[in-house]
């Protein structure tokens, strides 16, 4: 057996990152799509930091030295992160630079030219410059207070052979970056790049000597205390105040600068030279989310997501009939999230629908899921929300949420402070004939109309009764605190998730043993488990076929003799992010699958709230088992071996999954 059984999390999640970049490099990917690469690469990097990173730090400044499953203790797995980032870091900076740039000038898109700044003063003089406040340093002006993710200019100045220093910080209120046309060229400048050429006109009276430009990026892993506040929703208020103080973690600069100024940030912030970043580039890559042209071809091509065909005729039905004889099961973003949107919509014009439960997790701005709910409340209906105000980053807008909604007239209930809720699930209680019938909906994805169109996620609407208890015993759970798992369509976590997976995993290796065919496929985003990786190799070593689907990071390492050779992991990087959770057991010949909310994860085993739902429908357990062989067969997925992603060969032949989904999604359904 290998010495490492198992890839460290950290370092496998950057080896994902590294697979985001390459898209970047990839000829079927239009080029403004390849700019979008880059600046999701770099947002990914920063939240990376501001959760993982800090979380490594805040262990060793507890004193915190034990070593992982991968045996790296926290100190270790800071050095070898830095080591990868460096690295990346800079293979960015070239592509962008060296690659990147000059294909977009050949389609007259340019970015940061240096022979058009005249035309961009005047931008300085009237948009810039009266938003910006340079402040002094010296003995009476500590060093402002700077934001997380905000750029400034350390400046040094002379006047009357004095030496001054200054911090000009970028304020978040000002536009990533400009735009002009001129010579029929799109031609984008970056508000760090026009602050620096005329940072002169900032200083005026002073002769500037030295200057650079540096990023912060401050710790986002702080814990929640509910002991400091009444209740839940006030404490998440709390914590949202002390993350915007929080301490650095990571500090980039854009240029090699000397070592007395290296010393004077790392006074100024608290910081070690190791957390300090020479980037001798771009800083900030968000601007480019922003960039707009009308040119088709700079983009993928566009679709529209389609209505599976025994759907079709939805408008002169209901959906309530039409679930008396099918479930409904789609696959987004090829299906339209639209569909679940009108079924909600249906049930809240129904004057027999009594009342709505659902989960929200993260949900867009503008949600027609809100308003729907807002209306079903107004309208007598008992709607009951269990919205998770702790899913990171996404606090303050769901306290938005829960406040708009309880002044509705929705029970909102916030589930619990040591557990996440990640269960996504929606109840519709009807009166049919004297009876109450529950439809339920099961999705593997958000509430979330814009995520719809770029993640892929399972949705499964059905009418079966004993779904529909589960499912009400789980919201009883959640908001009643109700202890009842004695369930059989439905496995949750924290209780019963993962020893249901070992159970049918141990149930393949059983059967291989007596000679029958063993074999298990699961689609995640991520895989780090002790207890399941070790029961995978088990089952590997016992002769069981594994194939995983994991995008993400793994600490399986599969392909090891005597150990994983049967384990096959594979990941997918497309223009849609693979979010879909879907789980397939041969069980000697019944082929049981299922789809769940949960990666194979500790964090979802343990602390989190979260749904394996089996399905039994014979037309929606072909659907799924027809995804997992598209995915398995495709040619452009990154294949893990042992330690390392073996890059796919990309050219004309080779149709990825989600091209291939796109055109043939009605074939399949």
């Not at 029929?184 to 970056?190: A, E, L, N």
């Not at 149930?507 to 043993?513: F, L, Q």
Request: charged residues 25%; positive net charge.
């Amino acid at each position: 057996m290998s010495d490492f059984l198992y890839n460290n999390r950290e370092l496998s999640w950057l080896d994902f990152n590294y697979r985001v970049l390459e898209q970047v490099r990839n000829p079927d990917v239009p080029v403004l799509e390849k700019l979008k690469f880059i600046a999701i690469h770099a947002s990914n990097l920063d939240e990376f930091f501001m959760v993982r990173v800090a979380g490594l730090k805040d262990q060793i400044d507890a004193g915190y030295n034990v070593a992982d499953i991968s045996l790296m203790t926290p100190q270790k797995q800071l050095e070898e992160i830095a080591k990868k980032v460096a690295a990346q870091v800079k293979l960015r900076n070239d592509i962008f630079e060296n690659h990147l740039k000059p294909q977009l000038k050949s389609k007259r898109v340019i970015i940061n030219p240096k022979e058009y700044l005249i035309h961009i003063e005047e931008i300085f003089l009237l948009d810039i410059l009266p938003v910006l406040t340079p402040v002094a340093l010296n003995n009476i002006n500590r060093i402002p207070f700077i934001q997380n993710l905000t750029s400034a200019f350390f400046v040094e100045m002379e006047k009357n052979s004095d030496l001054f220093y200054s911090i000009l910080i970028i304020p978040n209120v000002l536009p990533k970056s400009f735009k002009i046309k001129y010579k029929k060229q799109s031609i984008y400048y970056t508000t760090n790049y026009i602050v620096e050429k005329f940072l002169s006109k900032v200083y005026s009276n002073y002769n500037i000597k030295r200057f650079f430009l540096f990023r912060l990026t401050r710790n986002a892993d702080l814990p929640i205390h509910q002991e400091l506040s009444e209740d839940l929703l006030e404490a998440i208020e709390h914590y949202l105040d002390l993350r915007k103080k929080s301490n650095v973690v990571r500090l980039e600069i854009d240029r090699e600068i000397d070592n007395s100024f290296i010393d004077k940030m790392m006074n100024y912030f608290d910081l070690y030279p190791k957390d300090i970043y020479i980037i001798k580039g771009l800083l900030d890559f968000s601007f480019i989310f922003n960039i707009l042209e009308t040119k088709k071809s700079l983009y993928f091509e566009t679709f529209k997501p389609t209505i599976p065909n025994y759907l079709q005729h939805i408008k002169k039905t209901s959906f309530f009939e039409i679930l008396k004889t099918n479930d409904i099961v789609l696959l987004r973003p090829y299906h339209d999230f639209k569909i679940i949107i009108k079924f909600l919509e249906e049930a809240v014009n129904d004057r027999n629908v009594l009342s709505i439960k659902i989960t929200l997790y993260r949900t867009n701005d503008d949600s027609k899921i809100i308003e729907l709910l807002e209306k079903a409340a107004k309208n007598g209906k008992h709607v009951s929300v269990v919205i998770e105000l702790k899913a990171r980053f996404d606090e303050q807008k769901n306290v938005g949420w829960a406040k708009r909604l309880e002044n509705a007239g929705c029970i909102v209930t916030y589930g619990f402070l040591d557990l996440k809720i990640h269960a996504k699930t929606m109840l519709v209680v009807r009166k049919e004939s004297d009876q109450l019938v529950r439809y339920t909906h099961i999705s593997t994805g958000n509430y979330n109309e814009k995520t719809a169109l770029i993640y892929t996620d399972i949705d499964y609407i059905t009418k079966d009764d004993s779904t529909g208890q589960e499912i009400v015993n789980l919201f009883n759970y959640m908001m009643g605190y109700s202890d009842i798992f004695d369930w059989e369509r439905v496995k949750i976590s924290p209780k019963i998730l993962r020893q249901s997976i070992i159970d049918m995993i141990n149930n393949e290796i059983k059967n291989t043993k007596k000679g029958k065919k063993g074999y298990m496929a699961a689609k995640l985003n991520s895989l780090y488990d002790k207890q399941i990786s070790d029961k995978l190799y088990e089952a590997s070593c016992a002769g069981v076929k594994v194939d995983l689907i994991v995008r993400g990071l793994c600490s399986v390492v599969p392909k090891v003799k005597n150990m994983s050779e049967n384990i096959t992991v594979k990941s997918i990087i497309g223009r849609f992010l693979e979010h879909a959770r879907i789980l397939y057991f041969y069980d000697s010949g019944n082929e049981r699958m299922f789809i769940s909310t949960a990666d194979w994860m500790v964090r979802n085993f343990d602390k989190r709230i979260e749904i394996l739902y089996e399905i039994h429908n014979l037309k929606a357990k072909k659907f799924l088992k027809s995804i997992l062989n598209i995915n398995l067969s495709d040619k452009t997925a990154w294949e893990l071996v042992k330690y390392t992603y073996k890059k796919p060969h990309l050219d004309n032949t080779n149709i990825g999954s989600q091209e291939l989904l796109l055109k043939s999604i009605q074939k399949i359904l």
